[in-house]
């Protein structure tokens, strides 16, 4: 099914309240709700291929008659009227349940959740689906300056905006006790603010909301700016470039305070295990007996097909079906004029590799995806032969932390 373009995001509640075991307990209980239901619907649908095949080669429509197909609505109906009984009572006894105080295994599931179903959690209303928010310290930001004065008592001229990747969050920028937010402020005095969202979302979507973000916090900044830098690791490099030029189609002001764009694997032309998932929806959609599963391959939200390519403007995804068949249409988009932007690769293989090691990349993301390099030339990106860098004997996740990779970071936003 063809995709409608998206809602301009609504500004964000300041400061929102610590997520509730009680919220926790809803959102699980719909999606479970949701599940049952849907794989009620999936047995229907191979049961109905089944006792249709092969036959007159008329359409199915994945329902089954008679008793069969009273027992799936049965199903179907029950679930449902059970999952808003079970939400209804968790509505009333919610607030005895109290808060939890903000824990970061909490965050990394439900983080890993909405990039897998972050999408599906927003259409349906779920209490899971994460807001996108500017915080440091773990917490919130406000969007008034006495608000950010206040959590930012260090505040200073350079502003640092650290954009995560799928399925991840703003804490798990630490890691092996590194942050390379924390570790730029200390050696450089950077102030580091790190961006939460949900990953499966549309990239632009995202890049949309993000826009409007920093407009507000650079209007509401305690100080005088005087540099803004963006780094994004993975998916969060395309989200940046995504805000860059939603801003720049809104005549935001922020962009003209853009000195840096740094992006740490990120998939400019997309990564290849999408594809391949991509292609198991073919193959089990082209068998009869196998179609109603191509379903499960379904369940990869917005934010993960988007990674088949690279999208991160709107016009890539509106109006076409991302699960269809097709090339890369993406409609070229280069690095925003008048901004240093760096890339930095990793390879699993030592320098001087392998074909294999090169197009493997760090696991996830190949060289050339993560170099911005294409065989066309209008969507090859213009990195600098200086500003591009490949981290050689890691995986996607060691540009977290290694010291090699702070040592390239801190060099380049000296």
């Known amino acids: 099914m063809a995709e409608t373009p998206p809602t301009p995001p ?87 349940l109290g808060h939890y105080a903000e824990a970061a295994e909490r965050d990394a599931i439900v983080s890993a959740l909405n990039g897998v179903l972050g999408d599906y959690l927003v259409a349906s209303g779920n209490p899971l689906a994460l807001p996108m928010e500017l915080r ?121 305070r853009l000195g840096d764009l740094v992006f740490l694997g990120t998939p400019h032309h997309g990564a290849p295990l999408e594809r391949a998932g991509h292609w198991v929806d073919l193959v089990l959609g082209a068998t009869p007996y196998a179609a109603p599963f191509a379903r499960l391959g379904r369940v990869r939200s917005a934010g993960i097909t988007d990674l088949r390519h690279g999208h991160v403007l709107d016009e890539d995804w509106v109006g076409r079906d991302r699960f269809a068949r ?33 197009l493997l990349g760090d696991g996830l993301v190949p060289l050339d995806s993560a170099l911005g390099r294409h065989a066309d030339p209008a969507r090859a990106l213009a990195f600098a032969p200086d500003r591009q860098w490949i981290a050689y004997g890691m995986n996607h996740l060691d540009l977290l932390d290694r010291a090699e990779v702070y040592e390239r970071l801190k060099d380049w936003l000296q």
Request: aromatic content about 4%; glycine content about 12%.
């Open 326 to 358: 097709s090339g890369d249409r993406r409609q070229p988009l280069p690095l925003p004029a008048g901004v240093r932007c760096f890339a930095l690769a990793a390879s699993l293989g030592a320098q001087g590799g392998t074909i294999k090691e090169k």
């Open 10 to 96: 609504t500004a964000p509640t300041p400061e929102p309240a610590a997520p509730s075991r009680g919220a926790d307990l809803r959102g699980a209980t719909r999606l479970a709700t949701d599940a049952t239901a849907g794989l009620a619907n999936l047995v229907e649908a191979m049961h109905e291929r089944i006792a249709r095949l092969p036959g007159s080669g008329a359409a199915l429509d994945g329902r089954t008659s008679g008793i069969s197909g009273l027992v799936y609505k049965t199903i179907r109906g029950v679930t449902r009227v059970a999952g808003g009984s079970i939400e209804a009572l968790l509505g009333l006894i919610a607030p005895t």
């Open 136 to 256: 440091s310290g773990g917490a919130a930001l406000g969007p008034e300056r006495e608000a950010l004065a206040q959590a930012l008592p260090d505040a200073g001229p350079r502003l640092l905006v650290l954009v995560h990747g799928l399925c991840m969050n703003d804490r798990q920028w630490l890691r092996n006790g590194h942050d390379h937010g924390a570790a730029l402020a200390r050696d450089l005095g950077w102030t580091p603010v790190y961006l939460r969202y949900n990953s499966g979302l549309h990239i632009s979507i995202n890049g949309h909301a993000l826009a409007a973000q920093l407009e507000r916090l650079l209007a509401a900044w305690p100080t005088a700016l005087q540099r803004l830098a963006i780094v994004g690791h993975s998916m969060g490099g395309l989200v940046a470039r995504s805000a860059v030029q939603a801003a720049e189609r809104s005549a935001l002001a922020w962009p003209e």
